[in-house]
């Protein structure tokens, strides 16, 4: 037996300066911003028995799914132990936690990380991998036991909700080398950046996760908050006109709503990036232009099943650079997180991080 020593804090000089020598820094990054120290001046010590860089270190959201990972952990807990899975678990206790815990984890020589929870963990974690230089992020794997509320990264690989066949697909080990998105965005008077796994949406999309995301209220309604957010949204929004630029070539437009992704899923099921491959070096865009109110309540099952990109104000498109400005100025929303506005500059790193699918 021995003992992994979390370190206290991320303001600490050497996470810095490991956040400074990183090729993928942004000098404005929202953790070292917005997040204090995150274990106290003593740090938070676990005993871990056996060789950590071979097996997995767990790390919880106890609030994913309407707190449904707090109150049936138990049970997963014993599933994991049953299955001799993983070597230690963390709980995350706050916004973007597993960021600093996964720095420390890294510095200890721990690569595999087993994320139990929803999108947000697993956006979290995305950002913890590209945010340091302590190892190359080709060398981390990831897996997902999905039990948040849209688990919409895991609709594209059909990983199942249930632990117990998560957890023998992870046994399995078959790994993909998954694409990595990071867009440029604006907050706070200054030019921004993050890394996402799964989607983006400008606009309306942005509109409607502000929405969610602002709603305690409703939590009750899982993956339908979206959907009652949607039809709400509606009543104030109006199409921006929006230059985008795919891979040098420009084209001007009023649009209603953009999705910028590697997988196909977002919004708790919808669809709207059906043509999209995880692992092809390429964006999938989405655009959908001006559109009557009706017409996007008629259509709302047609996202759920990707066949709304038939319409005749959609378009579909790819490409590795992405290039967004908006008039008036946009939102945008990457991996259920709302970020930022407008303009926006998307960069692609192909086949850059290591994943658990079936």
């Known amino acids: 037996m021995f003992t992994i020593q979390v370190r206290s804090g991320i303001r600490s000089g050497k996470l810095k300066h490991f956040l400074q020598c990183w090729p993928g820094h942004d000098p404005n990054y929202g953790l070292l911003n917005q997040n204090a120290a995150c274990f106290g001046e003593k740090g938070l010590q676990m005993q871990i028995n056996g060789d950590v860089q071979s097996d997995w270190i767990a790390l919880v959201n106890p609030m994913a799914g309407n707190r449904k990972t707090r109150d049936h952990w138990e049970a997963l807990a014993r599933l994991l132990s049953q299955h001799q899975l993983t070597r230690a678990h963390h709980f995350t206790e706050y916004r973007r936690h597993s960021i600093p815990l996964i720095h420390s984890f890294l510095e200890q020589g721990c690569h595999k990380f087993l994320l139990v929870g929803g999108d947000g963990i697993l956006n979290e974690a995305v950002n913890a991998i590209f945010t340091q230089a302590i190892v190359d992020p080709s060398l981390v794997t990831l897996a997902l036991i999905p039990v948040g509320t849209g688990n919409d990264w895991a609709r594209t690989f059909n990983i199942p909700s249930d632990p117990e066949a998560a957890i023998q697909i992870i046994r399995n080990g078959k790994t993909l080398r998954h694409d990595i998105g990071r867009v440029f965005y604006h907050a706070r008077a200054a030019e921004q950046s993050w890394y996402f796994i799964n989607m983006c949406g400008i606009g309306f999309d942005a509109e409607v996760t502000k929405k969610v995301t602002a709603d305690g209220e409703r939590n009750h309604l899982g993956a339908m908050k979206y959907r009652y957010h ?95 400005t908006s008039d008036p100025t946009c939102w945008l929303e990457a991996d259920g997180e709302v970020l930022g506005e407008a303009p926006f500059r998307f960069a692609m790193f192909p086949r850059a991080l290591q994943v658990i699918i079936p």
């Open 230 to 324: 949607l039809f709400t949204s509606l009543l104030g929004y109006r199409a921006t006109q929006m230059t985008l630029i795919v891979d040098g070539t420009a084209f001007d437009n009023e649009v209603f709503s953009v999705a910028v992704g590697i997988g196909r899923y977002n919004g708790g099921g919808m669809k709207q990036l059906p043509f999209a491959v995880p692992d092809d070096g390429v964006f999938d865009l989405t655009v959908i232009g001006a559109v009557t109110r009706m017409k996007v309540m008629r259509s709302v099952n047609k996202l759920y099943d990707g066949s709304f990109v038939g319409l005749p104000e959609v378009s579909t498109h790819t490409g590795k650079a992405i290039q967004i």
